[in-house]
């Protein structure tokens, strides 16, 4: 293992070159139980990529449009989120699909919209101010709970949702991370604050922002925190795989060795 990381490192100790991506025009990543991990293009395309980085299949829908959430957790599908359309892919693991799934927008606008672990939606309706499960397919709302008598009236950026064994994670760009339980009640706070994007390994919960990568377990309330690798200094996304991590920033895929115990 050492041996790959002098190579992976040694255009930036010896020539001082900078990092260089192993894929651009990149929107969101995720990773599945397996392994896998799965990208959304600027264009909306999800591409499955190796362990190098490399690309091995490739979905494209027939209208061009971007992703705002990608999640792989779920292990059989992959969930692809587009707001403008207001719609949503479910993807095997080979990439297939049936086409998009419409939301029935006289009930609202999703400004988020997330895969549940019991086959259904979490909705964030921004015009309602509400968050809500919804029927997959239907869109039949199961409960919805108004945000409006639980926070306070600030501007609320909410960036992203995940459901995480038994609770809700919520993301704002302004505020603390927001948890829920599966009835849409909300708990608590958790002192994160200003992440655009979060994920999950083991128990811990971890966030880029400000150079640092934020690792935190919502249960023992235990925060560690470590710089980000060299020449990555902004917030984005990663996901974490047992000897290398791939790191989103700007638009710019990077895959870099992983040091034990990190």
């Known amino acids: 293992m050492k041996y790959c990381l002098c190579l992976i490192f040694l255009p930036l100790c010896l020539s001082g070159q900078s990092l260089q991506p192993v894929l651009r025009n990149i929107d969101h ?9 799965f990208a959304a293009t600027e264009k909306g395309d999800v591409l499955m ?3 190098l980085g490399k690309v091995m299949l490739n979905f494209s829908p027939r209208r061009p449009a971007r992703i705002h959430l990608l999640e792989a957790w ?3 599908r992959i969930f692809a989120f587009n707001r403008d359309y207001q719609n949503y892919f479910l993807l095997d693991r080979f990439l297939l699909s049936d086409g998009p799934v419409a939301l029935d927008r006289e009930k609202g606008y999703a400004r988020l919209l997330a895969p549940s672990q019991d086959g259904n939606l979490w909705q964030l309706d921004e015009a309602a101010f509400e968050l809500r499960k919804i029927e ?8 919805s709970t108004p945000l ?3 926070l306070s009236g600030r501007n609320y950026q909410f960036s992203f949702m995940r459901e995480f064994q038994n609770q809700l994670y919520l993301a704002d760009l ?3 991370l927001l948890v829920f339980d599966l009835n849409g009640t909300f708990r608590k706070k958790l002192p994160i604050e200003n992440c655009s994007w979060f994920g999950f390994e083991g128990e811990d919960l971890f966030c880029l922002r400000k150079g640092e990568i934020i690792s935190y377990q919502p ?6 925190r470590r710089p980000l690798p060299p020449g990555l200094e902004e917030s984005g996304e990663m ?3 047992k000897n290398h991590e791939f790191y989103l920033q700007k638009g710019n895929l990077f895959r870099l060795g992983r040091k034990s115990g990190e």
């Open 29 to 37: 990543i995720s990773i599945s139980p397996q392994g896998n991990v």
């Open 49 to 51: 990529l190796d362990s």
């Open 74 to 76: 779920n292990g059989l």
């Open 136 to 143: 997959t397919g239907s869109g039949r709302i199961l409960f």
């Open 148 to 150: 409006d008598l639980i």
């Open 174 to 176: 302004t505020g603390p």
């Open 219 to 224: 249960f023992l309330l235990k925060e560690r």
């Open 239 to 241: 996901v974490r795989l």
